[in-house]
Nanobody, 123 residues
Framework: VQLQASGGGLVQAGGSLRLSCAAS????????MGWFRQAPGKERQFVAA????????YYSDSVKGRFTISRDGAKNTVFLQMNSLKSEDAALYYC?????????????????WGQGTQVTVSS
C-alpha cells in the first residue's frame, strides 16, 4: 500500500484546509484509514479515523466538531476537512492505513504511512 498525503499549507487561525490522502496498491475498501499529527518535540497524536466499510468514525477530543474525516472509494482517497483551525493544530499530518483489526486510535495498529503534509497556522 502506498499513501500520498497532500493539501497542507499555511492558514490563518480560524481558517480551513482539506487534506487528502490517495491510496494505491491494494483494494482501498479493505483497510481502515487514520490521520495522525506530530508537532516538533511532541509525540505522534491521533486525529481521526474512519472504518473500512461502514463509515464509523473516531475523533480526538481536541478536533471533534471542527474536523471531518471522509473517504471516497471511487477515488481511493481519504479526506480530512479541518475548520476553525487553531495554532495548536499546527503539525505534520500523516495518513495511515490499517489492514487488520478493528478501527483504532492507536498509531501502532496502522501498518502503512504516508509521507506527511505540513499544516501551519498563523495567529
Amino acid at each position: 500500500v502506498q499513501l500520498q498525503a497532500s493539501g497542507g499549507g499555511l492558514v490563518q487561525a480560524g481558517g480551513s484546509l482539506r487534506l487528502s490522502c490517495a491510496a494505491s496498491g491494494r483494494t482501498f475498501s479493505t483497510y481502515n484509514m487514520g490521520w495522525f499529527r506530530q508537532a516538533p518535540g511532541k509525540e505522534r497524536q491521533f486525529v481521526a479515523a474512519i472504518s473500512r466499510s461502514d463509515g464509523i468514525t473516531y475523533y480526538s477530543d481536541s478536533v471533534k466538531g471542527r474536523f471531518t474525516i471522509s473517504r471516497d472509494g471511487a477515488k481511493n482517497t481519504v479526506f480530512l476537512q479541518m475548520n476553525s483551525l487553531k495554532s495548536e493544530d499546527a503539525a505534520l499530518y500523516y495518513c495511515a492505513a490499517d489492514i487488520t483489526g478493528r478501527l483504532s486510535k492507536n498509531y501502532k495498529q496502522y501498518t502503512y504511512w504516508g509521507q506527511g503534509t505540513q499544516v501551519t497556522v498563523s495567529s
